[in-house]
């Protein structure tokens, strides 16, 4: 009885186990995941200051830990329209990021895009008045693809534990000034 061969000199039995696995590892690589990270913290500061410093794109290297240089692109105040760079350091890798103001209500509403960057992204900053302070909501996501899909649960852990340090630096820098 003469058996067949796949291409690689295997027996066809092991044909269809090794085609399943390779299907897997294509549609794994394939995979799109969109990351979520969403925090509220209280800043016993009036929401005029907390909008304000939030606002001028130059502290964005004093509160977060990992920006390494941000500034902004285009002429005028802070508005929808406003564009900007910033270079971030990404597990040790300095990423460059574009990005463009979407929506903007001064003291209630930042939202911002990403127009160049190695993985799209977007988020916003809501302020609101509450007893004491000021109510800031922060939320970003980004839509992983390939490898970066696969840890997608390990990325969001990592950058939710990076965003609450840098959310909590924000509220020292702010109470002590």
Known sequence: MHRKTAPCGES????????SRRSFAVAALKKHTIMNISHDIVISRPVKEVAAYLSDIANDSVWQEDVLESAVTTAGPVGKG????EVRSIMGF???????VTAYEPEKLLRFESTASAFPYEGSMEFSAVDGGTRLTYAFSTKTEGLAALLDPLMEL???????ANLDNLKRILETS
């Open 94 to 100: 300095p990423m460059r990021t574009e990005w463009i």
């Open 82 to 85: 406003t564009a900007g760079f």
């Open 12 to 19: 066809s039995f092991w044909l269809p186990l090794r085609n």
């Open 158 to 164: 990592f950058f939710g534990f990076r965003f609450r």
